[in-house]
């Protein structure tokens, strides 16, 4: 049979034996993991309070822990949490991480007891922090056969005369094969006609390695005085990206 009923029957001398198997995968997978100064590029920790189940065993953060930083290099990095008698240690690792069903959560490997809580892209900063959450409650992407949370970034347009000047350039940051999508609109200088970055409406969006470029069409709408104001922000673009890029 695949799936287990825990009973507790009257004078059952098992019971507490039954009860404690019950209430340790009750557990199973939990991760009440939160990351100290996560919207700032310093270093993290996990965060005093952050409850987590790592093969088995159920550990909680008295304090702020810090995450260890030996062999950590320019790249996106994982967060494990290696668990033992004494406690649970923190660590940065460049592997991407594997599903465990039996153990409900992200590992090291297939047969690793070194649980994965998230991860951060390390450029000498410490930048696009994240922590997992279970599958079916995150935005993801399969690649390289695991499963990666992807994000979104909005960035203001900014200054953009249509009128006079034909494109306009927004540095991304990130890495350009990792972008998944683009979107957004801009805004009429009175602001009362909203228009999407899409070819149907004559604007155009793409990237590069550096820049998200949108560009008009020529002799089209936005070649109008209508959109010619510049001291304010033009509009807004969305970008759905793969974490750690």
């Not at 507790?8 to 993991?33: C, H, I, N, P």
């Not at 406690?87 to 039996?102: I, K, L, N, S």
Request: glycine residues 10%; contains cysteine; aromatic residues 14%.
């Amino acid at each position: 049979m695949a799936c287990k009923k825990y009973t507790y029957a009257a004078g059952d001398t098992a019971w507490v034996t039954t009860f404690m198997e019950a209430v340790e995968k009750s557990w199973k997978g939990l991760s009440q993991v939160t990351l100290t100064n996560y919207d700032t590029t310093v270093a993290c920790s996990i965060e005093e309070g952050s409850v987590l189940e790592v093969a088995g065993s159920l550990y909680i953060a008295t304090s702020d822990s810090a995450i260890g930083t030996a062999g950590i290099s320019t790249a996106l990095q994982y967060i494990q949490a290696i668990g033992s008698t004494g406690g649970c240690v923190f660590a940065y690792d460049a592997t991407a991480p594997t599903w465990r069903d039996d153990y409900q959560g992200y590992y090291a490997s297939a047969g690793s007891s070194t649980r994965v809580v998230g991860g951060i892209y390390y450029t000498g900063s410490y930048t696009e922090k994240w922590v997992y959450g279970k599958p079916k409650d995150m935005n993801y992407i399969r690649t390289s056969g695991s499963l990666r949370p992807f994000k979104t970034k909005v960035f203001e347009i900014g200054d953009w005369n249509m009128d006079l000047l034909l494109s306009t350039s927004i540095v991304h940051g990130l890495t350009a094969a990792k972008i998944i999508s683009i979107g957004g609109y801009v805004r009429r200088d009175d602001s009362a006609q909203y228009w999407p970055i899409a070819e149907e409406d004559q604007l155009f969006g793409y990237w590069d390695t550096t820049y998200i470029t949108l560009a008009r069409k020529d002799s089209g709408r936005f070649d109008s005085v209508l959109f010619d104001s510049t001291s304010f922000n033009r509009g807004w673009v969305t970008i759905q990206y793969e974490d750690g890029t």
